[in-house]
């Protein structure tokens, strides 16, 4: 069982959202989900997480202004932003704008469970690692 960290999961992508709970809940972790960045906001305000597994591009709210207002608001959370890309942007460009921004750590979709939980090991340790 893992140290009492709760991880804050906001992705509008409900496999993404489902795969990433599944991988942490099997490792001992307590989560919750958002589907977006005003959700995954409201849900800090009620009980702020340590760690916020963060989706760049989402309805609503995008990922970065999220990052933004959690790194503002709540400096000691973890951030671990995620990407698939967009038409006008890869990957990469979204990621390394995510790390210059303040995110801990960065990793590129699709969410896999091995890798996303190396990740929030090496993040929750403190740690950066990029995606």
Do not use: F, H
């Not at 409900?14 to 991988?23: C, L, M, Q």
């Not at 597994?53 to 202004?65: H, R």
């Not at 207002?69 to 932003?81: L, S």
């Amino acid at each position: 069982m893992k140290a009492p960290v709760e991880i804050l999961v906001v992705d509008d992508d409900p496999i993404a959202r489902e795969i990433a709970g599944e991988a942490l809940g099997s490792a001992g972790y307590p989560y919750r989900c958002a589907e977006d960045g005003v959700l995954g906001i409201a849900a800090m305000e009620a009980r702020p997480a340590q760690l916020v597994l963060l989706d760049v591009v989402m309805p609503n709210k995008e990922g970065i202004e999220t990052l933004r207002e959690i790194k503002q608001r709540w400096p000691t959370t973890r951030v671990i932003m995620m990407s698939a890309g967009t038409r006008v942007m890869q990957i990469k460009d979204l990621l390394n704008l995510a790390a210059s921004l303040g995110a801990d750590a960065t990793m590129a979709k699709p969410v896999r469970a091995e890798p996303l939980l190396a990740l929030v090991e090496t993040v929750l340790n403190g740690g950066q690692a990029p995606g």
